[in-house]
């Protein structure tokens, strides 16, 4: 399928042919294509901006992923100890155990300057936080958001000068570029859609 580009970081869980796999899967800073084997199944987390486990830097993880070891039905291995795997029923408290175990921590700069919250820190330190917790920029982040949202408009309906208006595109070439990178759509491809060529999910976190 193609795989929109987003800010996020996820673990995931897949099955396929009675094999059981996990990995860490890190930000991914444009459009790609990714291998679904037909017949697998996933189960992933996502994590908020600014989330991350310090003993895989978020850095190292864009556009890539990192295999989790020992994985089956039952549990897997994290940052060198056995931990169930989590469902969907026990996904909360799987992530609570995460921060108390201090497996994963969140920045506290980067998580109030996402909230619109004024900070103590310069532009340029605060720009150098933003990449050590989230591996991309403050002005990449937005530009993927913005993409998101701009095909999730376009699939609905919304025309493209409404688009372009609504998100702060210059213009049309603006929005198709954008889209293009971030994407790996065309806004009619976004319009009239190929059930044979799958779009990741343009889920709102």
Same mark, same amino acid.
């Given at each position: 399928?193609? @795989?929109?580009? #987003?800010?996020?970081?996820?673990? *995931? =869980? ?5 094999? !059981? ?8 800073? +444009?459009?790609? *294509?990714? &291998?679904?084997?037909?017949? /697998? ?5 996502? =994590?908020?901006? $600014? @989330? ?9 993880? !864009?556009?890539?992923? !990192?295999?989790?070891? %020992?994985?089956?039905?039952? @549990? =897997? ?9 989590? $469902? ?5 408290? =799987? *992530? ?5 175990? $201090? !497996?994963?921590?969140?920045? &506290? ?14 532009? +340029?330190?605060?720009? +150098?936080?933003?990449?050590? @917790?989230?591996?991309? #920029?403050? $002005? /990449? ?9 701009? /095909? ?27 889209? #293009? +990178? ?5 806004? #009619?491809?976004?319009?009239?859609? %190929?059930?044979?060529? &799958? ?7």
């Amino acid at each position: 399928m193609d @795989s929109v580009a #987003t800010p996020y970081w996820d673990l *995931v =869980f897949w099955e396929h042919r009675g094999q !059981v796999s996990a990995s860490v899967q890190g930000p991914e800073s +444009r459009a790609s *294509v990714a &291998p679904v084997p037909e017949d /697998a199944t996933f189960f992933g987390i996502v =994590f908020s901006l $600014g @989330s991350s486990m310090p003993h895989l830097p978020i850095g190292e993880l !864009v556009d890539g992923s !990192v295999a989790i070891p %020992d994985s089956t039905r039952r @549990s =897997f291995w994290l940052n060198g100890s056995t931990w169930r795997r989590p $469902g969907y029923d026990n996904a909360e408290e =799987f *992530v609570r155990r995460l921060v108390r175990e $201090g !497996v994963l921590e969140r920045d &506290p700069i980067v998580a109030a300057a996402l909230d619109g919250e004024p900070t103590d820190l310069s532009e +340029r330190t605060l720009q +150098r936080r933003f990449a050590a @917790s989230t591996g991309l #920029t403050r $002005g /990449a982040i937005r530009q993927i958001e913005r993409a998101r949202r701009a /095909a999730i408009l376009i699939q609905e309906g919304v025309p493209y000068q409404e688009v372009i208006d609504r998100l702060g595109y210059f213009d049309q070439p603006h929005l198709a570029r954008s889209l #293009t +990178r971030y994407v790996g759509r065309t806004a #009619t491809q976004l319009s009239d859609p %190929d059930p044979a060529k &799958p779009l990741s999910l343009l889920y709102k976190t």
